[in-house]
């Protein structure tokens, strides 16, 4: 099933136009990690993890949104992001307490920190962090992937900048907070992130 076939079999038929801008969206040039590729294997993490969530298919929503907006020259994407995600789904069937949901589960993204009690929040947050926890191959393949998208930070400036994504990552009580992701992925993530970090030492 291709991007917009899958946002149709989520949100209908008659929104088949926003599946095709989201589409659009995650195939920008720019891309180099937040692509079509990394989309997917989010709403096949939210797939596997669906039964932890409240509602699994705001989950899915909010998944398809998170980083709709992806300009790595500003701090806002997620913010901006969730503002697209109201506009676009305002002229749908989504009620509106759902669009308020997917909107708060997008900016959660910024800090990937949910409430204890927050089952969709913790579903979305792991599924966008899994790529921590991959085989070290991947994740090398995905940590060259965002300094292409940051290709114009200086590398002395990127190095600090990326060590303290790192370190405050590292910092969290958990990486992952449902109890599936935290099995699979939590030990691997953290020798991930201790291995990137002593490589921006280097």
């Keep these: 099933m291709d991007l917009v076939e899958r946002w149709i079999a989520l949100a209908g038929a008659q929104t088949r136009h926003i599946g095709v801008e989201l589409d659009a969206r995650y195939g920008e040039p720019h891309r ?23 509602d699994a298919d705001t989950v899915r929503l909010a998944a398809w949104f998170h980083d709709a907006v992806y300009d790595p020259e500003r ?6 992001s969730a503002r697209l995600a109201r506009r676009m789904l305002a002229d749908t069937d989504v009620p509106p307490a759902v669009i308020d949901e997917v909107a708060r589960l997008v900016v959660l993204t910024v800090t990937h920190a949910p409430d204890a009690d927050d089952r969709d929040g913790a579903v979305l947050c792991d599924a966008d962090l899994a790529i921590l926890g991959a085989e070290p191959a991947v994740y090398a393949a995905y ?4 300094r292409e998208e940051y290709g114009f930070v200086p590398e002395e400036i990127f190095r ?6 790192l370190h405050g990552l590292l910092g969290l009580p958990a990486l992952f907070h449902t109890p599936e992701a935290r099995t699979r992925f939590e030990e691997r993530a953290r020798a991930n992130l201790r291995t990137e970090l002593t490589l921006l030492r280097a």
């Design 143 to 146: 940590a060259a992937s965002v």
């Design 32 to 54: 180099r990690y937040h692509t079509r590729a990394h989309l997917v294997a989010v709403l096949d993490l939210v797939d596997e993890l669906a039964a932890h969530a409240a």
């Design 75 to 80: 701090a806002d994407n997620e913010e901006r």
């Design 160 to 165: 600090a900048g990326r060590a303290e994504v």
